[in-house]
């Protein structure tokens, strides 16, 4: 699993129309691996969960594809055990 901290940048045209901003927060509040964070000057804190680093890529270039995101700052990301692994190596 992939744990990553971000921040998503909104294009000033959303950040200024409140129906905007709802619709793409909406959006990306669907994505099972996000969870969304208060909007703060444009600025919205990101925590996603993925399995791996072809899946965390997948996430991140839908995140940025979707209209009215500007560009996002990857502020953390850790690889977190595989706790299959673990159980198995324990044995």
Known sequence: ??????????????????????????????????????V????VPVAAL?????????LWDWVLARPGISHIDIVFAAEEPDAKKEATDEC
Do not use: F, Y
């Open 40 to 43: 703060q000057a444009g600025r």
């Open 50 to 58: 993925t399995e791996d680093r072809r899946s965390d890529r997948e």
């Open 1 to 38: 699993m992939l744990a990553v901290g971000a921040v998503l940048h909104l294009e000033p045209s959303v950040q200024h129309d409140p129906t905007r901003q709802v619709g793409v927060l909406r959006e990306l509040s669907r994505h099972p691996a996000i969870e969304l964070g208060a």
